[in-house]
């Protein structure tokens, strides 16, 4: 026969940044001892997944675990484990779930133990796509490298260690690839990247920024090829990778390769049971699915963005911790008689590699404006970029901005302020954004 199901109130699929943030978003609501449980396939407890391909990465003093547990990321205190037992909030770790029955409020793990629950939060996240579910030739060789979780950081952080300064190989232009590129070059090997685009971020970054951040690469030794593709790759009679072999027929050497080429939510346990939109779980402004009782958040919700009056879905971390704080808020009012209000988010991502970092606060559609230094061989470059449409800016980026000004265009990409003259907005730069 099999076992009984073990019951929670309110169970968290998932152990991420969602999930730590729901965690201590509990913790201050208030929630009895055996009452939540976080069930993630990871080992270890919720932790900023961002340190990842930052601080974990450095050469010298790298974050460890346990200094980036959430919720360290937003000057929070760190939830350590011990945290999570004082709560009674039970940590059910290396446990990933196979089946979501969400008509009987089950979840089965690999290993066939059952898990019940009245409320369901979902926080799986993301998956990152890798070259073999394409097929490309010799994909599976050794070292050729992605990074989502610890496990994955750890497997980096033991090649850069193994193959000590030799050749790496980038293949992906957006964040993860900039941030790794970077990373492995403060660790001292001969870095390339390669995309397809004409430019790096493409999805976010204009002509204009990228123009800054090639040039700061190249400036740092970094080799970038453009427009094209790694094909295949050649490996030793270890299964060590050699050499990326790229479209245009060119051959790279390589001791290790690393891809950032993007990612997927992970739905897939909840097909045909939920609403889905954007590629994500269908949510309402309160994060709850189509299911009542089940929420989604972070990477796989696609919420209502009220400012754009659209649904949206957002993988970044940011969003995470903030819809994670909403579900429960809304969930635990809805308990009492009450509610919260909709989430009415403002999006904001931001990067950070060698000594150059920026924030983006807003939408990135219509006509950008470039303005301020972008000249990479500057000795104090500073720069920005706003976004304007229908006569109003909607977004902003900014690299290299103080906390103060960091705070002025994200009030600028809220208040969408009228812009009259496009050339006097470039003239005036950041002093647009102060004055709002
Ligand atoms: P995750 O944090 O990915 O957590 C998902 C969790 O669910 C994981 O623990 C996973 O193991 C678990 N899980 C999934 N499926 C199952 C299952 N079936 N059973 C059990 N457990 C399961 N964003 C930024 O804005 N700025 C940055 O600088 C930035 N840097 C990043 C760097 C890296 C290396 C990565 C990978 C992401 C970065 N992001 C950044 C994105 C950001 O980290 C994510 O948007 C955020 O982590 C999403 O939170 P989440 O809780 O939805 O998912």
Not at 120 to 129: F, H, Q
Not at 246 to 265: F, H, M, N, S, W
């Amino acid at each position: 026969m099999a076992a009984e199901a073990k019951h929670f109130k309110y169970v968290i699929l998932g152990g991420g940044v969602a999930a730590g943030y729901a965690a201590r978003e509990f913790g201050s609501q208030g929630v009895k001892p055996g009452e939540l449980a976080i069930i993630s396939k990871e080992p270890v407890a919720p932790y900023e997944r961002p340190a990842l391909s930052k601080g974990y990465l450095f050469p010298q003093n790298a974050a460890r675990l346990p200094g980036f547990h959430t919720c360290v990321g937003t000057g929070g205190d760190r939830l350590l484990p011990q945290w999570y037992s004082h709560k009674g909030i039970e940590l059910i770790l290396s446990t990933e779930i196979v089946k979501a029955d969400l008509a009987s409020k089950t979840l089965t793990t690999a290993a066939g133990a059952t898990f019940t629950y009245d409320t369901l939060l979902i926080a799986t996240g993301s998956s990152v796509i890798k070259l073999t579910d394409f097929g490309v030739q010799g994909a599976e060789s050794n070292n050729i490298l992605y990074l989502r979780d610890i496990a994955d950081a750890d497997k980096l952080v033991a090649a850069m260690q193994a193959k000590k300064d030799g050749k790496a190989v980038v293949v992906g232009g957006g964040y993860i690839g900039l941030e790794l590129g970077a990373a492995l070059k403060i660790n001292n090997f001969d870095v390339t990247m390669v995309y397809p685009e004409p430019w790096c971020m493409p999805r976010l970054f204009t002509a204009g920024i990228a123009h800054f951040y090639e040039g700061y690469y190249a400036s740092k030794g970094i080799k970038i090829v453009k427009g094209t593709v790694a094909s295949g790759f050649d490996a030793d009679a270890n299964g060590d990778v050699t050499a990326v072999k790229l479209k245009d027929g060119r051959v790279l050497e390589a001791d290790i390769v690393i891809v950032g080429v993007g990612g997927r939510p992970l739905t897939g346990l909840f097909k045909g049971q939920v609403d889905e939109e954007k590629g994500g779980l269908k949510t309402d402004a309160f994060f709850e699915t189509s299911v009542a009782g089940v929420y989604a958040i972070g990477d796989v919700a696609a919420f209502p963005m009220k400012l754009y009056n659209e649904q949206r879905r957002v993988e970044h971390v940011d969003h995470a911790r903030k819809s994670a704080e909403q579900a429960v808020k809304a969930i635990k009012a809805k308990e009492s008689g009450e509610s919260v209000a909709e989430y009415d988010y403002l999006p904001y991502f931001y990067s950070r590699s060698f000594d150059v970092a920026w924030q983006f606060y807003g939408d990135n559609v219509g006509d950008d404006v470039l303005f301020g230094d972008n000249d990479p061989a500057s000795a104090k470059p500073k720069f920005g970029s706003y976004w304007v449409k229908d006569g109003k800016v909607v977004g902003v980026f900014l690299e290299g901005g103080s906390a103060e000004e960091n705070q002025a265009i994200a009030k600028v990409a809220r208040a969408q302020p009228p812009v009259a003259d496009v050339e006097a907005l470039k003239k005036e730069g950041l002093e647009f954004a102060a004055k709002v």
